[in-house]
């Protein structure tokens, strides 16, 4: 089975500065996907950003990106010039690939971010 | 579209009251998942349902849980009896087999 492990239960970053939010995984397949999500305290879950693990290039999205190291298992997410609307839980989450395993994802404890202004 | 929604927001219920959570799926998707929030378990999957069969409830933890998808617009989880240590947030997520999933805003129960 998967897992995905969350090391720091919380994270605090001063407004425009840089933060980086650090997960592993363990998993023997060779293709899967990976993810970052956002919980505000809205609650609604949202995708921040994807990984495929067979592309070696590191995603990013805006002043959101990533740190993809297949071979250590680890994915972390870093935030640049973080804003206040940037405070909520993430959570890193895995699925396998295929059409099927959309949406069966296994989170690991999430992170409270707290942006100071 | 309007997203997955989720009704109630919040439901506060006493032990042993039956519960019943609701999920609008985004139209079109055609896999729909049903997922709890807890401090101590963090989020876990309970049952995903494709095409409105239940494929997998390996999650469910009890017995007194059950869900069902009538028709692909509509799933409902139910607790029978309700318990204390049923209190959560219930996430709904629906997908198709080229997006990601799609979460609801979730029902906060509380079991009194």
């Known amino acids: 089975a998967q897992t995905v492990t969350q090391s720091q239960p919380e994270m605090s970053v001063q407004e425009a500065e840089t933060v980086t939010l650090s997960c592993t995984y363990d998993?023997?397949?060779?293709?899967?996907?990976l993810f970052w999500y956002k919980q505000p305290p809205s609650r609604q879950m949202i995708l921040v950003i994807r990984q495929e693990a067979y592309k070696q290039q590191n995603a990013t999205e805006n002043r959101f990106s990533v740190n993809f190291q297949k071979a250590a298992k680890s994915f972390s997410l870093k935030i640049s010039d973080s804003q206040l609307g940037d405070a909520a839980m993430y959570f890193c989450a895995y699925r396998r690939p295929g059409g099927t395993s959309y949406g069966k994802l296994t989170f690991g404890q999430g992170t409270i971010l707290t942006v100071h202004p | 579209d309007a997203g997955v929604i989720q009704s109630p927001r919040h439901e506060v219920t006493e032990m042993g009251q039956e519960v019943t959570l609701r999920c609008k799926p985004i139209s079109g998707h055609d896999y729909l998942f049903w997922y709890r929030q807890t401090m101590m378990r963090g989020l876990e999957l309970l049952i995903y349902?494709?095409?409105?069969?239940?494929?997998?409830d390996s999650g469910m933890p009890e017995d007194r849980f059950s869900a069902k998808m009538p028709n692909a617009s509509f799933s409902t989880l139910k607790i029978q009896p309700s318990e204390p240590r049923d209190s959560a947030v219930y996430f709904c997520?629906?997908?198709?087999?080229?997006?990601?999933?799609?979460f609801g805003q979730g029902t906060r129960l509380t079991v009194v």
């Open positions: 349902f494709n095409n409105n069969v239940p494929i997998d």
């Open positions: 998993t023997s397949e060779s293709d899967y996907y």
């Open positions: 997520a629906s997908s198709s087999v080229t997006t990601e999933a799609f």
